[in-house]
């Protein structure tokens, strides 16, 4: 069983910064792949980014990609999100999850374990 926790949403002004931390805890915590997802009111769960375990490849959503930056620090078992020119559309509770696969996986269906969520709020 893996555990995930997420922290580090909040309020803040179009065009300003966050950074997303998800704890990753439990039976061989380091070796899942780690995605980062959002869903906004009464839109669908979207793919944001994505991490692999062994070789840090990473994959990104056009809608984030060159704003958004993935990481992972398998020795504190902790994957960050790093959000910078942030938009009023990116307004959503995001949520990270684990896959055991080792690459950057998109699809939401391969991933097995998900944290609770933490909300991210853009003002325009």
């Known amino acids: 069983q893996v555990q995930l926790v997420e922290s580090g949403g909040g309020l803040v002004q179009a065009g300003g910064s966050l950074r997303l931390s998800c704890a990753v805890s439990g039976r061989s915590s380091s070796s899942y792949a780690v995605g980062w997802f959002r869903q906004a009111p009464g839109k669908e769960r979207e793919f944001a980014a994505a991490i692999s375990w062994s070789d840090n490849i990473t994959s990104y959503a056009d809608s984030v990609k060159g704003r958004f930056t993935i990481s992972r620090d398998n020795a504190d078992n902790t994957v960050f999100l790093r959000m910078n020119s942030l938009k009023p559309e990116d307004t959503a509770v995001y949520y990270c999850?684990?896959?055991?696969?080792?690459?950057?996986?998109?699809?939401?269906?391969?991933?097995?374990?998900w944290g609770q969520g933490t909300q991210v709020t853009v003002s325009s």
């Open positions: 999850a684990a896959a055991s696969l080792d690459r950057a996986v998109v699809a939401a269906d391969l991933y097995s374990y």
